[in-house]
Structure formats: structure tokens, C-alpha cells
């Protein structure tokens, strides 16, 4: 019997209020599946956490969400599934990944969402839903660019 492959969609979003991110983010977090990771690429200041915060609200995490760059990964459980954060900002070699065992996160229990996944973009599962986060030509908004 020959797998379907999944039809992925490719979304553009203009986010031109902390409010959008909120929106979109609860919506991601409401609809995350055990197993499922989500890259986030975007420059310094693109809403990276922002976003990671309001996808845990939608999961009813209850922790206050905090950048885990030093830890590399901080774990949620309080919410419907857990919660993997990842910021591998000051990873220098994707092989770094394998010490904290990054496998037994992206096909475990919960949802992993990754800061900064281009550095580890050979790492990722190729089901992984993306987005890549710019600065618009519009103070104050960004361009969320989604392949879900």
C-alpha cells in the first residue's frame, strides 16, 4: 500500500500587533499534536519567544515561558501535552544536539518548538512545520511566512 504523502500549506501572515502573535500562537498550541515540531527562523526580535509563549498558553501550559538559550531545552508539562522549548542559539555544531538526546523530543509525547532551526535545519524532521519570521517594510509589523 503506497503512504500518502500530507499536503503541506504555505502560508503568508502580515503581524502587525502582539495580539496577532497571541492570536495565531493559541491557535498553533490548541491544534499541536503529540510528536509535532515547528522551526522557528527569524532575526533577533522577530517575535520567536513571543510566539512560543502564546502556542503555550494554547496547550494551558501554566509556567511562565522564558527563553531556554542557555539550558538549550526547557520542558512544559503542565499543559495537554508537554511542551519542548528549544533555542539553539549557541549551538556551534548540530552534533551538540545528540548529547541532549534531541531525538527522544522531536518523535516523543509532546509538541517541540525550536528557536533559531536553521542551525540545525539537517536535524529536523522533514514533516516539520515552519516559520520563518522577518521584519516588514512597516514599523512595528512582521512577516510570518508558514509551511504547515
Known amino acids: 500500500m503506497k503512504e500518502i504523502e500530507k499536503e503541506r500549506k504555505n502560508i503568508e501572515i502580515t503581524i ?34 513571543t510566539l512560543t509563549k502564546y502556542i503555550a498558553a494554547g496547550m494551558g501550559v501554566s509556567e511562565v515561558i522564558t527563553s531556554p538559550t542557555f539550558n538549550i531545552v526547557k520542558e512544559y508539562r503542565s499543559g495537554r501535552i508537554p511542551l519542548y522549548h528549544f533555542d539553539v542559539y549557541r549551538i556551534e555544531d548540530p552534533e ?12 516523543g509525547d509532546g509538541l517541540c518548538v525550536v528557536e533559531w532551526a536553521d542551525m540545525i535545519e539537517e ?4 514533516d516539520a512545520a515552519v516559520i520563518k519570521m522577518e521584519y516588514s517594510d512597516t514599523e512595528g509589523e512582521r512577516i510570518y511566512r508558514c509551511i504547515f
Open 123 to 126: 536535524l529536523l524532521p522533514g
Open 16 to 49: 502587525k500587533s502582539e495580539e496577532d502573535s497571541a492570536k495565531l500562537g493559541r491557535k498553533i498550541g490548541e491544534k499541536a499534536e503529540p510528536g509535532s515540531v515547528l522551526a522557528l527562523i527569524g532575526d533577533l526580535g522577530t517575535g520567536k519567544t
Open 96 to 107: 551538540e544536539m545528540y548529547e541532549i538526546g534531541y531525538e527522544e523530543y522531536f518523535y
